[in-house]
């Protein structure tokens, strides 16, 4: 399993794509199943958007209330309708959002071939506590998606990205290149009596 989420400010445009009748890259709109609800009276992606809004609108510094995650599991593998539920439900819980102070719309999306959800948080919680923290979800949600596969017997998709930096190694290796070689000419410039700058290189 693995997560790949976004934040927002359009609560209706994220649910009625989630709900399947936008159409988006390049696929026709359909009608998607709605999975999970919580703290959300259920009906239309524009019914409900207006009623996660309108919790959204007691906060006045989140600008992006809108979480939007896509949970996906690996081609071929089978997935029961317990295990995505429980596993949205884990997921939102170790991200430090549960469902029982959180307004939460899932809808699951049948258009490939690998089974995958969409999930749908208000940051804001409904008691009023701190909204839902986005830092660092980049290196959180490996960790999370890998326990959430462990405890329900799932398999784990192969982690493609550790690091900022190993999404270009070339980029990185050419980086250390010019530093080494800025780190060099300093020196010599310093042998030559050159020393009125400097440069924090570091490797």
């Known amino acids: 399993m693995i997560a790949k989420t976004i934040t927002g400010s359009d609560f209706e445009g994220a649910l009625t794509y989630g709900a399947g009748q936008r159409q988006g890259r390049g696929k026709e709109p359909g009608e998607a199943p709605l999975l999970v609800v919580s703290n959300v009276i ?55 959002a549960p469902i029982d102070r959180h307004q939460v719309v899932v809808y699951e ?47 784990p998709l192969p982690e493609r990205r550790r690091s900022l930096k190993a999404l270009d190694p070339t980029k990185e290796a050419a980086r250390q290149r010019v530093s080494q070689a800025l780190a060099q000419v300093l020196r010599q410039s310093d042998r030559e009596g050159n020393s009125g700058w400097r440069c924090n290189c570091k490797n």
């Open 109 to 155: 999306h049948r258009d490939k071939q690998h089974a995958h959800v969409h999930i749908y948080l208000n940051r804001v919680p409904i008691d009023g506590g701190p909204a839902l923290r986005t830092d660092n979800n980049f290196y959180r949600q490996p960790a999370v998606t890998r326990q959430i596969s462990q405890e329900l017997g799932m398999d």
């Open 42 to 96: 259920p009906g239309s992606p524009k019914e409900m958007a207006q009623d996660m809004q309108a919790v959204a609108a007691r906060s006045k510094r989140v600008q992006k209330p809108v979480w939007h995650t896509v949970l996906s599991w690996k081609a071929g593998e089978a997935v029961s309708q317990a295990q995505k539920v429980a596993a949205v439900k884990r997921y939102c819980e170790l991200m430090g």
